[in-house]
């Protein structure tokens, strides 16, 4: 055997390198994984400051998944997180940054309430009619806040991150105006109570007909965030467009080869990204606050950003991420130290991006 | 044995890449004061050979000795300070500073004081020594790519090597400047050094080595035989293990009607400089123009102008008779244009997309495949393992990604995009480029297809060979005009075109 002159060796040896194929199993058993190296990890730390980390988790999944009770208030907060990750999702398939996801919920939630509070919605209007005005009102003021950075971008090659970031605050503080001016109720910073035909119905409302969902408070926003699922899978894996949209994502040049517009389509998909976000926020309105006030999302656009990374930019497993996150965001709410489940998101998060290697490479262990 | 000590030699070297066996059990023996040539297809292990010679890679097993000597090396570094360097095919040079700053970075003398005007001297000196003429107070980004080359050879002499590795270093030459390197490479083999000539030009090797060692899958199917003791198509069929026809039956044939004629066109390049000036020539059906020219001169700048990828800045294109001028590349793509980009990675091909969306780039507007919004993937799908097999796509099967494919295969797969539309019109701009003996064979039988199936087909080719093996007639672009139409296949008339003489000979191209 020949000296490897060229290679001191000493014990086996980690390698690692790139992987030339990836199988379909592999991202799912991955994640799984990296979730539950997550919660390995949260109960190291819960133990460390002296908890019991089984009956904090016990506990968080209690508060979440329990009963059908918590599961329907995990599913409210999901259905938002639905309809603005896969606003994400969209626009991060053409690598178009859209992080004004948050302020296209707000211009939604604004459009929405306005055609009520403006009164151009007559009182007494059918509530189909009433709310399938306001949802096109969101959808309409959510695309209006799309096509201003996409426009932007399209005309004067104004870089869509900073433009929809800063319009984020526009919008928060336009609704701000309304709510402390125009509509504001006898001087509180909130609009009188939407009357009951701009209120989604929620499964509660049917106890009458069915005793089982009595008190529940999932809303027919999560319908319309379902077939939001449904288009947006759609568009992107079985249309034209969406084919223009992963084409461009991949590679502008070849796109362009290709004869795509892509001027053309940033707008329209920055335009149809705001649109799904606004109706986020029509639906947050209508389903859950039944009035236009300030802080009407908890960073649901933001989170939005990180449901569809975490999805992989994949409408139905945007459904997924959302439950998951909707419960956690639900648990932080209800158990104490509320703390807990930030914690355990963050490194659930951290988990999940860093198992990203695992799918681009392959580890293995040679010995010398 | 022979009793003369090898100034290299490489015994049992194994390197490993994810799923590619590169280099199996290698031996390889360089003699003091020759060039050996070191012959393969893309793929078969000869950059990574030397790469391990040059330090770069640490081979899984295997013994390198210098000069009789054990030798292991960490890093480059290591590797030239025994007097092993290797020049890549990218220059790593800094375009902003001079030729004596960039061969001084890196070293320890000078240490503070740079004293410029000194080590120019040495420069010159060292440069005219070997048949090198390069000003050393010259800006790296005001000379030509032969210049930048000299300026890496100058760099490894100055560093003292001693046996030189030179990666493909005439494939972005003009064939004047090849000769210069011929020179200076056989003044540094009469110095005494040694130096191993990368190349699967066939014909550049006979022409400058004095051995042969031809790689294949990794494994060595000849070692150190005698250039003069070998031929070409003996040669060719080391290479790919079988022999190779390099005689097209070209069928005679008229050309038809003029597909494209383009009138006047002037353009700016990618830093706004002129690329294109007052450019006019006609295709006509069922012809094949060449187009030579050392890379640089304009013939990217023509292929965007013609697809509609960049805007002309005076002049007019006609295809078929209509005026397109600066229409959009969908424009072009209705008017059965037929693009084989340069870039097959970057403008030609979406590198994380499968087989099946890469090759529906073009027809995915229209029926069968489009329905109205919806696309039909079944379709989609279908027509790709049709293309697939048609064009011998070797991939596991049409979901795979593009960036998957090897060089050969994804050329492979952007033509039977670009050919399955039946173009009136095909430019095809380096086609054959980088790819290996068999790939390119089969590549220029496609042209010629095409040609036989009526198409006017615009090439653009570094490789004269391959332009005078299938043209009609060949126009020469120098400095983004057409210097010269050549019909008769005279080589050398086309070289002085392309580097810029022999213009008064001949008159401009119609």
């Known amino acids: 055997m020949a000296t490897t002159a060229a290679h001191p060796r000493s014990g086996p040896k980690l390698i690692i390198e790139p992987r030339l194929y990836t199988p379909r199993w592999l ?116 695309a209006f806040w799309g096509l201003i950075p996409g426009l932007l971008k399209a005309k004067l090659k104004v870089s869509e991150i900073i433009s929809t970031l800063m319009m984020n605050y526009i919008a928060i503080q336009l609704v701000n105006y309304f709510v402390f001016g125009v509509w504001s109720d006898s001087g509180f910073q909130m609009s009188k109570v939407f009357p009951k035909m701009a209120w989604l119905p929620k499964l509660g409302d049917y106890a009458k007909e069915v005793p089982l969902f009595r008190g529940l408070t999932t809303h027919f926003g999560l319908v319309f965030a379902l077939i939001a699922v449904v288009i947006v899978w759609y568009i992107l894996y079985r249309s034209r467009w969406g084919y223009e949209i992963r084409l461009i994502g991949d590679n502008p040049r070849a796109a362009e080869y290709a004869g795509i517009d892509i001027v053309k389509n940033s ?18 309105i209508s389903g859950v606050v039944h009035r236009l006030q300030g802080a009407i999302s908890s960073g649901y656009g933001f989170t939005g950003i990180i449901i569809a990374w975490l999805a992989k930019l994949n409408p139905i497993v945007v459904i997924l991420v959302s439950v998951l996150f909707g419960g956690l965001i639900l648990a932080g709410r209800e158990i104490q130290p509320a703390g807990v489940p930030r914690l355990i998101q963050g490194i659930i998060l951290f988990m999940l991006i860093a198992s990203d290697v695992l799918l681009r490479y392959r580890v293995r262990i040679a010995r010398a | ?134 000003s050393p107070t010259a800006k790296v980004w005001q000379l030509s790519v032969g210049e930048q080359q000299r300026v890496e050879i100058l760099k490894m002499l100055y560093r003292g090597v001693e046996v030189l590795i030179m990666d493909e270093p005439t494939a972005v030459l003009a064939p004047q400047e090849i000769d210069g390197l011929f020179q200076t490479l056989r003044a540094m083999v009469a110095d005494g050094k040694s130096i191993v000539f990368i190349s699967h030009k066939l014909n550049e090797v006979m022409r400058v080595a004095d051995r042969v060692s031809v790689l294949r899958q990794g494994k060595v199917t000849a070692a150190g035989i005698k250039a003069s003791e070998t031929s ?33 066109i002037s353009a700016t390049g990618p830093k706004g400089l002129p690329a294109l000036k007052n450019v006019s020539f006609q295709v006509r059906a069922g012809e094949i123009v060449g187009l030579a020219g050392v890379a640089g001169n304009g013939q990217s700048e023509l292929a965007e102008v013609l697809t509609g990828l960049r805007r002309s800045t005076a002049g007019r294109v006609h295809v078929q008779g209509d005026d397109v001028t600066n229409h959009s590349p969908l ?21 994380n997309l499968s087989i099946t969306d890469n090759v529906i780039m073009k027809s995915y507007r229209k029926a069968p495949l489009a329905n109205g919004w919806s696309l039909n993937y079944a379709r989609a799908r279908q027509r790709a393992e049709e293309l697939k097999t048609a064009y011998s796509i070797l991939a596991p099967n049409v979901d795979t990604e593009a960036r998957l494919l090897s060089g050969g295969n994804l050329q492979r797969a952007i033509l039977s995009r670009e050919l399955s539309q039946e173009p009136t019109l095909l430019i095809a701009m380096q086609p054959t480029r980088g790819l290996d003996v068999g790939a390119i064979e089969g590549v220029q039988r496609l042209l010629l297809a095409q040609r036989e199936a009526g198409a006017a087909i615009l090439l653009s080719s570094e490789e004269l060979e391959e332009l005078l093996a299938l043209s009609d007639r060949i126009l020469v ?27 008064a000979s001949k008159p401009d191209a119609k």
């Open chain 1, 267 to 284: 707008v329209l998909v920055l335009v149809t990204s705001g649109a799904l976000a606004g109706l986020a926020g029509m639906s947050e």
């Open chain 2, 331 to 351: 424009d072009a793509i209705r008017h059965r244009v037929a693009h084989v980009p340069e870039d097959r990675t970057h403008v030609g091909s979406a590198p």
């Open chain 1, 27 to 142: 991202s799912p058993v991955v994640s799984v994984g990296a979730i539950v190296v997550a919660l390995i990890l949260g109960g190291g730390v819960i133990a460390a400051v002296g908890g019991d980390p089984l009956a904090i988790y016990a506990h968080i999944a209690r508060a979440a998944f329990g009963n059908l009770g918590v599961f329907s208030d995990t599913l409210v907060i999901a259905t938002p997180l639905i309809l603005v990750g896969l606003a994400c999702s969209l626009a991060f398939r053409m690598k178009l940054w859209n992080i004004g996801a948050e302020g296209q919920f707000y211009m939604g939630a604004l459009g929405a309430s306005a055609v009520i509070l403006a009164g151009w919605v007559p009182e007494g209007t059918p509530q189909p009619i009433a709310l399938g005005i306001m949802a096109l009102a969101g959808i309409a003021a959510g």
């Open chain 2, 1 to 134: 044995m022979s009793n003369v000590v090898n100034a290299v030699e490489m015994r049992g070297i194994v390197k490993r890449f994810p799923g590619v066996l590169a280099n199996d059990q290698v031996d390889f023996d360089l003699r003091a004061g020759e060039i050996h040539a070191l012959l393969g297809e893309n793929g078969a292990g000869k950059s990574t050979l030397m790469s391990v010679l040059a330090g770069l890679y640490k081979p899984e097993a295997g013994t390198i000795a210098v000069r009789g000597k054990p030798a292991g090396f960490n890093s480059p570094r290591d590797a030239m300070s025994r007097g092993i360097g290797m020049i890549h095919q990218h220059f790593s040079l800094i375009p902003s500073q001079t030729v004596t700053e960039n061969i001084l970075l890196g070293l320890d003398e000078p240490r503070f004081f740079l004293r410029l005007p000194e080590y120019d001297k040495r420069m010159t000196e060292i440069g005219k020594r070997f048949g090198m003429a390069v």
């Open chain 2, 477 to 503: 672009m120098y400095e983004g005009e057409i210097a010269g139409e050549v019909t008769d296949g005279d080589a050398e008339h086309i070289g002085l075109l392309m580097t810029g003489g022999g213009r």
């Open chain 2, 232 to 264: 070409i198509p003996e040669l060719a069929s080391l290479m790919v293990g079988r022999s190779v026809i390099f005689d097209f039956e070209k069928k005679p044939q008229t050309p038809g009607e003029v597909v494209l004629s383009v009138d006047g």
